[in-house]
C-alpha cells in the first residue's frame, strides 16, 4: 500500500493558515491596553522672605470711571480772588462815591432829605441802592407818604424796595402796618408774600388780598396796645366808653 505525500505549498498554506488564526483569537479575547498613569507636578514650596529681601511692592487701586464719563473728575480748583474789581462792584463803588459826594455838599436834614427825594428818580439802580439806606434815616414818619411811592413803583431795583420795606418794621405799627397792607394786597410786588407772612403773625390769620380784613385786623390789634386810629389813620385818644342811660329818662 502505497502513501499519499503531503506536497509543501499545502504545508505552508496551512501553517499560515494557523497563525493567522491563533492571532484574530489573541486580538479578540486579549486584554485591554494598560491606562497610563497621570502625572502628577511636584509641589513647589513657597519662597520663605528673609529680613534682606524687599517686600513686594502694591499697585495703586484705580477706581472705576463712571458710565458716560471719558476721563476720571477734575481736581476742584480754588477760586482766587480777582486782581481788579468787577463791573459790579467798580458800579457800586462808583454809586458810593456819588451819594457820598451830594451828602457832603448839603447842608441840613431836611435839605439833604428833600435833595435825595428830589434825586432818586434820576439815579441809575447802583445810585439807587446807595441812597435807599439815607433816605429811610432822613425821612420821618409825617413825610413817609413822599418815600412809599420808590417802594411801589416796579422800576426801582428790588435792593432799594428791601431797604424800604423792612423799614416800615421799625417804625410805629400804625405807620409800618398799613404800608405792608398796601404791599399785601399787590400781588405783583416782590414783597407781596412776605408783607402776607409778617401781617398773618400781626393779626393771626391770612386774608390774601382783602384789605378791608387785614385793616380791620390790624385795627383790633392796634386797640389791643392801646392805640386808636380815626377813619383817615391819625392816631386818637382811646375813645370813652359807652355809659349806660338810667332806666325811665
Do not use: C
Not at 484574530?24 to 498613569?37: A, F, N
Amino acid at each position: 500500500m502505497q502513501k499519499s505525500k503531503i506536497s509543501p505549498l499545502s504545508l505552508l498554506a496551512f501553517i499560515a493558515a494557523v497563525v493567522l488564526m491563533a492571532g484574530i483569537g489573541w486580538y479578540l479575547s486579549g486584554p485591554s491596553s494598560p491606562s497610563v498613569p497621570a502625572v502628577v507636578a511636584p509641589k513647589v514650596p513657597a519662597p520663605v522672605a528673609s529680613k534682606d529681601t524687599p517686600a513686594p511692592t502694591k499697585r495703586p487701586t484705580i477706581a472705576p470711571v463712571a458710565d458716560g464719563a471719558g476721563t476720571p473728575p477734575a481736581v476742584p480748583m480754588v477760586a482766587q480772588p480777582d486782581a481788579t474789581p468787577n463791573a459790579d462792584q467798580a458800579a457800586r463803588e462808583a454809586a458810593d462815591q456819588k451819594i457820598g459826594l451830594i451828602l457832603a455838599q448839603t447842608n441840613g436834614v431836611e435839605a439833604t432829605r428833600d435833595k435825595l427825594l428830589l434825586l432818586f428818580p434820576g439815579l441809575n439802580n447802583y445810585e439807587k441802592i446807595a441812597a435807599a439806606p439815607h433816605l429811610v434815616n432822613l425821612v420821618m414818619d409825617p413825610e413817609l407818604p413822599r418815600l412809599l411811592p420808590f417802594l411801589k413803583n416796579p422800576t426801582t431795583p428790588v435792593e432799594a424796595m428791601e431797604t424800604i420795606f423792612n423799614d416800615m418794621l421799625n417804625r410805629p405799627p400804625q405807620v409800618g402796618w398799613p404800608v405792608l397792607i398796601d404791599v399785601a394786597s399787590n400781588p405783583r410786588h416782590p414783597f407781596s408774600e412776605r408783607a402776607k407772612e409778617l401781617l398773618t403773625t400781626i393779626v393771626g390769620e391770612d386774608y390774601g388780598t382783602d384789605v378791608l380784613a387785614w385793616r380791620q385786623g390790624m385795627i383790633k390789634q392796634l386797640n389791643q396796645q392801646g392805640i386808636f386810629l380815626d377813619a383817615a389813620g391819625n392816631v386818637v385818644p382811646e375813645p370813652d366808653a359807652p355809659t349806660a342811660t338810667p332806666a325811665g329818662q
